[in-house]
């Protein structure tokens, strides 16, 4: 399994392990159960964290990526996040295959662009059933099994959209703000259970993020109709052009599972993972600047990026 992870080589993981230092260098390999790994962030931290050592338990939806995933040397097991059934019958399978599971890192999401005033509320809730009920949903199934073990875990993957909101990206800014209040109230729940909980909020990531909401933007945002109609011919531009510039301090998914790998196997992990200059930056001046002042930075933001 370490070995297939380390051969493989694709825009979407870029390999790592020599660059991270071992944390727990004689600490018993882990049980992870990562969501949403056809690509991106999920395929590179499955694969790092399975070149580590580490027992990988690898999700995707589709046939093909669940091949792919398994052709890498990894173990697939199909998960939809809007399915409870789909989501019981996954768990069961990864005790089933493992007898546990010590690490859980919830990182299958999607982003859906649009302004606020033109979300649809069938639109908003499936941006909510794959971004946060899903994800709590099988984060409850877990925790149970944590504890019976006596320990365990629970990675969210968040964003610095769910520090600080931009313009157009409303589904998926509230998405993770909520994530994030789940998230800080789980911690403080599970306090002495031996359970930890830990925030990954990362930046601009290399990925196939913009390529996905482009195709959710397409799907469900009637463009034409709209009062942000302009605004929309440029972000269409700039979602339709995959290949395009990147943001400024974009970083590869690597730096993730940076992130993962602490958050994993440090003694102490953290409550917080700010991934990125942008988000680092984007909190602090969050703390810093008054309501106003923080609004025109992120309008200024989004003018940039819709040229």
Known sequence: MAAAARDFKSRDYIPVPSVVPDILSAMPPLTLLITGCSSGIGLTCALGMAARGHRVLATARCDDNLTMLEGHGLEAIRLE???????????????????????????????QPGAVEDLRRDVLRAQFETNLFGTLELTNR????MRAQG?????????????????????????????EGLSDTLRLELHGSGIEVSLIEPG?????FRENAYRMWQRHIDAEQSA?????????????????????????????????????ESRRPKARYYVTVPTHLFAWLRRLLPHRTLDRVLRAVSRGENR
């Not at 365990?152 to 968040?158: A, D, L, P, Q, Y």
């Open 142 to 145: 877990v925790i149970p099994l």
């Open 228 to 264: 942000h109609r302009e605004t929309y011919r440029a972000m269409e531009r700039r979602l339709a052009d995959s290949a395009g510039k990147k943001a400024p301090f974009t970083l590869g998914p690597e730096a993730v599972l940076k992130a993962l790998i602490h958050a994993s």
């Open 81 to 111: 996040l809007d399915d409870s059934a789909s989501i019981t019958t996954a768990v069961d399978e990864a005790v089933q295959r493992a007898g546990r599971i010590d690490v859980l890192f919830n990182n299958a999401a999607y982003g």
């Open 204 to 208: 601009p990531i290399t990925s196939r």
């Open 151 to 179: 320990g365990g875990r629970i990675v969210m993957n968040s964003s610095v959209l769910g520090l600080v909101a931009l313009p157009y990206r409303g589904a998926y800014n509230a998405s993770k703000f909520a994530l």
